[in-house]
């Protein structure tokens, strides 16, 4: 049901609610750790002896933990499978701060994150586009948080480019879910307030729609 207006409060959620979303950050959190499990494997190899510092951009970029094996292509010159390790957030930020500020900084971002949409969901918050997009942001926020505290970095292995003249940011399927998750989201804001701002234009007409719903 949609809401409004503020003298129209949202009905909470029931439990049953609360645990299909549970059920579904666990489903979509595992699709994203075996797909990194699974590029580990086919993707790099480790290396023989000790491995070069974590992270450490001081030689004007950092060696990886793993060595790269040879990609995967599926279309050729535009998209493969090949890997890589990501010790920032989003195209690399804050890859060049130390560890322990990227740990504090990311599973901080990541524990708000998922307190404040389970909050909003558990209250009756959002249509069916934020229903949806609860559950990706959250898997993806833990799928990449999980990397983070487990390697010191994410592993990408998704790349998009033309030829080799150009070429996106190689990511994850997590980030898959927290890029679809947040424009659902944006989509979800845009339409309540399109609702808003119709009920404000006629209150007889929302009035009666509320009724119905």
């Given at each position: 049901m949609a809401n409004f207006g503020s003298e129209q409060t949202p009905t909470r959620r029931s439990v049953k609610a609360l645990a299909i979303c549970?059920?579904?950050v666990a489903l979509l959190a595992a699709m994203d750790l075996v797909s990194k499990s699974w590029a580990l494997d086919r993707l790099s190899l480790s290396r023989v002896g000790e491995a070069p510092p974590?992270?450490?951009?001081s030689a004007g970029g950092y060696a990886p933990q793993r060595i790269r094996t040879a990609p995967i292509v599926l279309v050729d010159n535009y998209l493969e499978f090949r890997y890589a390790e990501n010790c920032g957030a989003a195209f690399g930020l804050l890859r060049d701060a130390p560890k322990w500020a990227r740990q504090v900084v990311f599973a901080s971002a990541a524990l708000l994150a998922s307190?404040?949409?389970?909050?909003m969901y558990a209250q009756g918050r959002g249509?069916?586009?934020?229903?949806?997009?609860?559950?990706m942001i959250i898997a993806?926020?833990?799928g990449n948080l999980w990397d983070r505290v487990r390697y010191g970095y994410v592993v990408d292995f998704i790349r998009f480019h033309w030829q080799e003249r150009w070429e996106y940011p190689t990511f994850n399927i997590a980030d898959i879910?927290?890029?679809v998750g947040v424009?659902?989201?944006?989509l979800d804001g845009l339409l309540e307030g399109r609702q808003l701002s119709r009920a404000k234009a006629n209150p007889a007409a929302a009035a009666a729609h509320g009724d119905e719903a």
């Open positions: 549970v059920a579904a974590l992270c450490d951009s307190v404040f949409l389970l909050g249509s069916m586009l934020f229903l949806i997009s609860v559950p993806g926020a833990v879910w927290i890029t424009v659902l989201l944006i």
